[in-house]
């Protein structure tokens, strides 16, 4: 049997997309216009925000929240060694530095360590909501409130997630998504979108994404080329109207791993799972024993998985001159080791997750 780690060309091979597509097109409307504002709107909604954006990356979402809330040269930014590049990226294209904390056993931010690095020049803390899994906003608000500082959120992999009920992207100054393919709210390309109840976030970001341009002919700022792709914005309210079912599909999934690898405890160890909290699974991530040997023997055995990242930012050769060490971030650095994403994507079929529990077990039986 053949388990692949993702469902993308089923998912785009489908005659109702097509039509959106062909009707679309004849409407002659490239740039932003209404494709772009219906699924702004949509979105908002879903997010319970009062506004969103719709731009060309996440990436560009995180850098441009940042832009719009003057974070740059001479800031300091607090988030995490064990996201994706981007998130880092766009800390340092706005000029500002990214201070790192250790991460928790859920693979997000530890709330504890917020408060030990926080000096005069930290202006915001960026937590970001790793496999889908909501940070803890009740602790970094805690923190945020006490120093005065922003909470931008990395929501890249949690379209959807809440605490509570709310959700994810709602709780900081803004709340940046990525459309990438990857990603569960996805499209045929790059695009990302940024939440926010601030009116002056919006504002700025909104002259910031189109070159600054106030109206046609004036020019309020410089700004950058960042605009939500019409087409793809056409893709993304498709996408859209099916997302509470991706989302179930994957939930349903982690579900069944949960239950059926809960029994390989301590060689598989699973996060633990927060009541009141709506996880998405963007990623899977389990830590494995021998994690290397099983996902050579997985892939062997027709299944494909990942690692989500092996190597922590703050050993990256890019970050060399940040000056972090092996050893700073114990945590993270061990999980580097351990942590192995199993496909998990909405097109699985029971026999497949049946099959990639059973290799598991016939790895660690074996041993
Ligand atoms: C994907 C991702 C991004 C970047 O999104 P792009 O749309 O690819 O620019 C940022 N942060 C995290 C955590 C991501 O997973």
Redesign the pocket.
């Given at each position: 049997m053949e388990v692949k780690y993702l469902g993308l060309t089923q998912q785009f091979n489908d005659e109702s997309l097509f039509s959106v597509i062909r009707e679309g097109l004849q409407k002659g409307q490239f740039i932003l216009g209404p494709e772009v504002q219906s699924f702004e709107s949509r979105f908002a909604k879903f997010c319970g925000t009062n506004y969103a954006l719709g731009l060309n990356?996440?990436?560009?979402a995180?850098f441009l929240a940042l832009k719009a809330l003057d974070v740059g040269p001479g800031d300091e930014v607090v988030t995490v060694p064990n996201?994706?590049i981007?998130?880092v990226g766009a800390i340092i294209q706005a000029g500002a530095k990214p201070v790192f904390v250790d991460v928790n056993e859920e693979y997000n931010i530890d709330v504890h360590l917020i408060e030990g690095v926080i000096t005069e020049k930290t202006k915001a803390v960026l937590p970001?909501h790793?496999t889908g899994n909501p940070s803890d906003m009740t602790g970094v608000f805690g923190v945020a409130k006490r120093h005065g500082l922003y909470v931008i959120e990395?929501a890249?992999?949690a379209v959807g997630a809440s605490i509570k009920g709310q959700s994810v992207g709602s709780f900081g100054t803004a709340g940046c998504f990525?459309?990438?393919p990857?990603?569960n709210l996805n499209v045929c390309g790059?695009?990302?979108i940024l939440v926010t109840n601030s009116e002056a976030v919006y504002e700025k970001a909104r002259l910031l994404r189109n070159h600054g341009l106030k109206n046609r002919d004036e020019v309020e700022l410089y700004g950058f080329n960042s605009r939500l792709d019409t087409l793809q914005a056409m893709v993304a309210n498709w996408v859209m109207d099916q997302l509470d079912l991706i989302t179930e599909a994957r939930i349903k999934n982690a579900k069944k791993y949960d239950e059926a690898l809960s029994e390989m405890v301590p060689r598989i160890k699973i996060p633990p799972r927060r009541d009141h909290v709506r996880q998405v699974f963007h990623t899977y991530v389990i830590q494995a024993m021998d994690r290397d040997k099983l996902m050579v023997y997985l892939g062997q055995n027709g299944i494909e998985t990942k690692v989500h990242y092996p190597i922590p930012i703050h050993l990256q050769k890019a970050s060399k001159y940040l000056g972090y060490k092996e050893g700073d971030f114990p945590v993270c650095e061990n999980q580097a080791e351990e942590i192995l994403s199993l496909p998990i994507h909405q097109y699985l079929g029971k026999e497949q997750l049946d099959y990639v529990i059973d290799r598991i077990k016939k790895f660690y039986n074996r041993l």
């Amino acid at each position: 049997m053949e388990v692949k780690y993702l469902g993308l060309t089923q998912q785009f091979n489908d005659e109702s997309l097509f039509s959106v597509i062909r009707e679309g097109l004849q409407k002659g409307q490239f740039i932003l216009g209404p494709e772009v504002q219906s699924f702004e709107s949509r979105f908002a909604k879903f997010c319970g925000t009062n506004y969103a954006l719709g731009l060309n990356s996440g990436t560009d979402a995180l850098f441009l929240a940042l832009k719009a809330l003057d974070v740059g040269p001479g800031d300091e930014v607090v988030t995490v060694p064990n996201t994706f590049i981007a998130t880092v990226g766009a800390i340092i294209q706005a000029g500002a530095k990214p201070v790192f904390v250790d991460v928790n056993e859920e693979y997000n931010i530890d709330v504890h360590l917020i408060e030990g690095v926080i000096t005069e020049k930290t202006k915001a803390v960026l937590p970001v909501h790793l496999t889908g899994n909501p940070s803890d906003m009740t602790g970094v608000f805690g923190v945020a409130k006490r120093h005065g500082l922003y909470v931008i959120e990395d929501a890249a992999q949690a379209v959807g997630a809440s605490i509570k009920g709310q959700s994810v992207g709602s709780f900081g100054t803004a709340g940046c998504f990525s459309l990438h393919p990857l990603k569960n709210l996805n499209v045929c390309g790059d695009g990302g979108i940024l939440v926010t109840n601030s009116e002056a976030v919006y504002e700025k970001a909104r002259l910031l994404r189109n070159h600054g341009l106030k109206n046609r002919d004036e020019v309020e700022l410089y700004g950058f080329n960042s605009r939500l792709d019409t087409l793809q914005a056409m893709v993304a309210n498709w996408v859209m109207d099916q997302l509470d079912l991706i989302t179930e599909a994957r939930i349903k999934n982690a579900k069944k791993y949960d239950e059926a690898l809960s029994e390989m405890v301590p060689r598989i160890k699973i996060p633990p799972r927060r009541d009141h909290v709506r996880q998405v699974f963007h990623t899977y991530v389990i830590q494995a024993m021998d994690r290397d040997k099983l996902m050579v023997y997985l892939g062997q055995n027709g299944i494909e998985t990942k690692v989500h990242y092996p190597i922590p930012i703050h050993l990256q050769k890019a970050s060399k001159y940040l000056g972090y060490k092996e050893g700073d971030f114990p945590v993270c650095e061990n999980q580097a080791e351990e942590i192995l994403s199993l496909p998990i994507h909405q097109y699985l079929g029971k026999e497949q997750l049946d099959y990639v529990i059973d290799r598991i077990k016939k790895f660690y039986n074996r041993l």
